[in-house]
């Protein structure tokens, strides 16, 4: 379960019942191990300010202040094709 805070209501909702288009603050998550370090590693994190983009199966979230570098910054090398 992934419990967030809408911005000018502090009453914790679960992620689904974001209407498509609001945001929120997460203050909570509730799942095993596995999942919890799949959402961080897609930038959901305690704190972290969400926004509800489609409801349903799959949800999709657009999790703010995530950073990536293009592939042509320095260091930056991207992997290998499987063609």
Known sequence: MLQVERDLDTRPIVLPQLPP???GIV???QSDDDDV????SMGVCLGRKVELVKGGDP???LAQRVSVNPCD???CTP???NH
């Open 21 to 23: 288009g609001a945001c």
């Open 27 to 29: 203050c909570q998550i």
């Open 37 to 40: 370090t799949r959402l961080k």
């Open 59 to 61: 949800l999709i979230v």
């Open 73 to 75: 910054s320095p260091g």
């Open 79 to 81: 992997p290998p094709s």
